[in-house]
């Protein structure tokens, strides 16, 4: 009888072990939140890569749009969805470097504790722009030359205080010779800022190639330079901000990964091999060119944290230089 009671207990003891062997993740669907309505650049991401994740996962991956508050509540419904790798989230440069210095107070969670990056996916090239309604600008001499002739009438787009395009004309502004220029924000994002474009109410701003590329086919847009590490081959006569003397100004806007903190390593890793597999996918890369994003997994997940960590520095820095009123 006592043999019986003691084998009883060591089945017992054995019992979860057994269960997490057996429930090897992903063991059921992944939730992947995009901070954004759908159709705009992380949402795309998000799409292209759950798709090839479930494919290659025989798991249903999915997408969940949790749009507002400049990110936050994505980030704090991941963080509180548990932290088991089954709710991930696609995070950007504003909501997921920006937002965490500007909007601290904010945050209900304690963003660096809690949230971790499992791998950097893509980054974004984008142009600095002007209108071609009744705006006559063609260089970035020329828009630094009308501006410090007409203070205070040049009128830049953003997508609302605070994010990353903001931030970038303001740092061009300062590093051009404190040029007074006005923020006129859209937040209905890139096509709201695309039809102050086009109606002339503002003259310049910075956009992602992809959004960019049919106004300027179309004549309505004006390439003054390109933000990336280096030409494009279809805009080769586009210089790049670093040749044009704007080293560091304008934002290669990345899309990465991110989980809780407290997601156990082993399932960190697992996302990670998962995201990374599935960006070696042709399909993947073929659906990434067409929208001209760059393909740029981290090595690991300790290059992740440190590649994260070199992002806040960098905003840090930015933000702490030029002030901007935010809501």
Not at 158 to 173: E, K, L, N
Not at 206 to 232: D, E, I, M, Y
Request: charged share 20%.
């Amino acid at each position: 009888m006592k043999r019986l009671a003691w084998v009883a207990l060591v089945l017992l003891a054995l019992a979860p072990v057994a269960a997490r062997a057996q429930d090897k993740f992903p063991s059921k669907p992944i939730k992947i939140i995009v901070p954004y309505v759908p159709g705009g650049a992380t949402d795309i991401v998000a799409r292209i890569l759950a798709d090839q994740m479930g494919k290659n996962l025989g798991q249903s991956v999915i997408v969940e749009n949790k749009p507002g508050a400049f990110g936050i509540i994505a980030i704090e419904d991941m963080v509180k969805s548990g932290a088991d790798g089954y709710t991930v989230m696609v995070g950007n440069v504003s909501t997921n470097a920006i937002t965490p210095i500007i909007y601290a107070a904010k945050l209900k969670i304690d963003y660096a504790h809690d949230v971790v990056p499992i791998t950097d996916m893509v980054d974004i090239p984008a142009f600095l722009v002007a209108t071609t309604k009744d705006f006559d600008v063609k260089s970035v001499p020329e828009l630094v030359a009308y501006a410090k002739k007409n203070p205070g009438k040049v009128r830049y787009g953003t997508v609302g205080p605070g994010s990353y395009p903001h931030y970038d004309t303001a740092y061009f502004a300062k590093r051009a010779g404190d040029l007074d220029m006005i923020a006129i924000p859209n937040k209905a994002g890139a096509t709201g800022v695309i039809n102050d474009m086009l109606n002339g109410s503002t003259q310049v701003t910075f956009l992602n190639v992809a959004s960019a590329t049919p106004q300027v086919k179309a004549g309505t847009l004006r390439t003054l330079a390109l933000v990336n590490h280096r030409r494009l081959p279809d805009f080769p006569d586009i210089a790049t901000m670093q040749e044009l003397g704007f080293r560091g100004v304008g934002t290669i806007a990345w899309q990465g990964l991110f989980a809780p903190a407290a997601t156990p390593k082993d399932v960190q890793q697992a996302l990670f091999a998962a995201v990374t597999d599935a960006m070696k996918a042709p399909a993947v890369a073929e659906a990434f060119e067409k929208q001209t994003f760059n393909l740029v997994p981290n090595a690991s997940l300790d290059d992740a944290k440190s590649w994260l960590a070199g992002q806040m520095d960098n905003w840090r820095k930015i933000t702490s230089e030029v002030k901007i009123e935010i809501e």
